[in-house]
């Protein structure tokens, strides 16, 4: 029986330049990590986890969408940074959301939910 996603794993090609996205583009603070850059996780602050994988035969293309609090500073921030812009400002009835991509090819959905009436 599944209980829960235990985490969520993106592939790279380049663990250098996909560790300078995670940690300085978007913030987030190594967890566990191999010595040799191939498995590096960053645990989010309020649960979860995003696992980059080097190697193997895995190719980028999966997604991943983070609550954010600020849309609009985050995203005026990541293009001030140079970082692709897939899709902005995606509204539905519930949310808005940019979609982002990284630097080894993956997509980054950044969320944010209405306010609720």
């Known amino acids: 029986?599944?209980?829960?996603?235990?985490?969520?794993?993106?592939?790279?090609?380049?663990?250098?330049?996909?560790?300078r996205f995670y940690e300085e583009t978007l913030?987030?603070?190594?967890?566990?990590?191999?010595?040799?850059g191939v498995w590096t996780e960053y645990d989010l602050p309020e649960g979860g986890?995003?696992?980059?994988?080097?190697?193997g035969s895995l190719q980028p293309g999966g997604a991943i969408a983070f609550e954010v609090e600020d849309l609009d500073a985050l995203v005026a921030k990541l293009k001030a940074a140079g970082v692709k812009i897939l899709q902005e400002n995606v509204v539905s009835p519930v949310?808005?959301?940019?979609?982002?991509?990284d630097t080894?090819?993956?997509t980054i959905v950044l969320h944010k939910l209405n306010p609720k009436k």
């Open 27 to 36: 913030g987030l603070e190594v967890g566990l990590k191999s010595p040799d």
């Open 49 to 55: 986890c995003l696992a980059l994988f080097k190697g």
């Open 1 to 19: 029986m599944l209980k829960k996603v235990a985490f969520t794993m993106f592939p790279i090609q380049d663990s250098a330049r996909a560790r």
């Open 104 to 106: 080894e090819g993956n």
């Open 95 to 101: 949310c808005r959301m940019t979609n982002i991509q």
